[in-house]
């Protein structure tokens, strides 16, 4: 679910795009459950994707990007200038 890289973290992630509240919620089959508010038209939930990590993860949103998975629910994203250790005990505080 959380792998190290030589500049942070990947992060196997599962999208519920149009959910009520945004977040994450626990994991399914070995990936981080991220509910969205945003619908999947026009990359608005990739966005929403990406600004949510960076703000839960306390980094830049230039440091959080989709590496896979652009246009499907399962997506592998990378987040720079971060520890698997530090991820975990960040994404586990939240609500």
Do not use: F, H
Request: hydrophobic share 40%; glycine share 8%; proline share 6%.
């Amino acid at each position: 679910m959380i792998r190290s890289t030589a500049t942070g973290v990947e992060l196997d992630v599962r999208v519920i795009p149009r959910s009520g509240k945004p977040g994450v919620d626990g994991e399914r089959d070995g990936r981080l459950l991220v509910r969205l508010s945003a619908p999947p038209v026009e990359g608005a939930a990739n966005e929403a994707l990406v600004e949510l990590l960076s703000r839960l993860l306390a980094c830049p949103r230039r440091a959080v990007r989709i590496v896979s998975g652009q246009k499907n629910r399962s997506k592998r994203v990378a987040v720079d200038g971060i520890s698997v250790a530090t991820a975990t005990q960040l994404l586990r505080r939240t609500p």
